[in-house]
Structures are given as C-alpha cells and as structure tokens.
C-alpha cells in the first residue's frame, strides 16, 4: 500500500540556517503529495502541494519539488526563523476516496 | 475564510463513559475525517465520510464510531471511553474535485483524557 516515510527528528537549527526535511513515498500510480505544518497547541496547516511530476510548490519561503525518478519530495528553507519552529508532516494523496497518508512528522525547533 | 471547528480544545473523561466528539466545517465539503495523533505515530484515520450518512473505516475504527446526519456536520462516538483512547483528535474535511488527493483542512483539535 501507499507510504511516506520522513526524516526523523528532532530537527534543532539556529535561526537563519539553511533547511531540509527528507521526504519519501511509496504509492502506486501519480499520488498527489504535500507538506503540512503544525504549530504548537494548533491543527494541521497545508504548507504546500505539487500535484505531478517535477511540479515545485511553495510557500512562506518553503519549497519542495515533486521528483518522481527518487520519488521524493524534500522540504527546502533558505533561512529558517524562530517561528518556523513546528512539526511539519510530509503527506500524499491518491485513489478514489482522497484519503491523505501521512509521515510520522518532523519536530523542527530554531532557536535564536 | 475556511473553517473547520472542533466542539472542545479539552477533555477530561473517565473510563466508560460515553463522549462525543463534535466537528464542523462551513466550506461545504463532500468528504470529512477523523484522526487521532500520537507521540511517535504520526496520524492515524479512523473514520472518514465521502456523503451525508455513508462512513468508511480507516486504519484504527476499533473502539469508535461516527455519525454524519447533516452535511457540514461528522460526530466522533467513544461508546465506552479506555484510557487508550486518550489522545489529540483531528478532524478534516475536502472537497470532491477531479484531482485526486485533494487539500485536506484542519480542525484545531481536541485534546482527550480519559481518567
């Protein structure tokens, strides 16, 4: 069946450094794939989604490219900041019921 | 602006009672969705609904049910609430469009203890 398996964290950066959150999938067929965010004491948020191949989503600085060849989907900041600290999921969809599978999530913190 | 609201931030339960467990959206949404979350396990679906009255189990239904009798509304049911069951619950809901996968929005959540 489908799966996304993400980094493990905790992911601890000092603000402004650079950002990556790994990100893989297992699905049959052309899944749909997303980065959520949640922030402390909050639901899930959608941060961004790429809906096919090569296709690079984008958000509040946040990128990730949908790359079908590694079938990955990497969360990318430049320069993170104190109030990115969250935990971010990596997620993807497919199939006729738009269920969403999720990763188990990634804590990040940044400290100032 | 989306909404998807959760009847409670916070539950205290004790073992055995009965807790319902209130979402709803505004965004008039075919599908919605509960979830639970938990340390270490990600998000797990309970029980998902495509249409008003029809549901279909997810990955944990044991231990819960739901109702949908109206269409911006989806009930979470602990018939008889375990300590197991204490956790933080999700509600989402999507629309039905032709792109598989659709978006997915988020309720704040409800942080259940059951004592």
């Known amino acids: 069946g489908d799966s996304v398996t993400q980094m493990e964290g905790p992911v601890t950066l000092s603000e402004e450094a650079f950002l990556t959150i790994n990100c893989t999938y297992t699905a049959t067929g052309y899944p749909s794939l997303f980065w959520y965010v949640q922030y402390p004491g909050e639901g899930l948020q959608l941060l961004l989604k790429?809906?096919?191949?090569?296709d690079k989503g984008s958000n509040k600085g946040f990128e990730a490219t949908y790359r079908k060849e590694t079938t990955s989907f990497h969360l990318e900041k430049g320069s993170v900041q104190v109030s990115d600290s969250a935990v971010y999921f990596c997620?993807?969809?497919?199939?006729?019921?738009?269920?969403?599978?999720f990763g188990k999530g990634t804590l990040l913190t940044v400290n100032p | 602006d989306v909404k998807v609201t959760q009847s409670s931030r916070y539950l205290v339960k004790r073992t055995g009672e009965k807790v319902f467990l209130e979402c709803v959206q505004d965004m008039d949404h075919e599908n919605m969705f509960w979830y639970r979350q938990d340390p270490g396990l990600g998000l797990r679906l309970i029980y998902f609904s495509y249409d008003v009255k029809m549901k279909e189990k997810g990955d944990i239904p044991e231990g819960y049910s739901v109702s949908r009798e109206k269409k911006e509304r989806f009930s979470l049911i602990l018939e008889s609430a375990s300590t197991n069951q204490t956790s933080m619950y999700l509600c989402?809901?999507?629309?039905?469009?032709?792109?598989?996968?659709?978006?997915?929005?988020f309720g704040p959540g409800t942080r259940l203890t059951v004592l």
């Open positions: 790429a809906t096919k191949a090569d």
């Open positions: 997620a993807l969809g497919g199939g006729s019921n738009y269920k969403l599978t």
């Open positions: 989402a809901s999507s629309a039905i469009t032709g792109t598989l996968g659709d978006t997915q929005y």
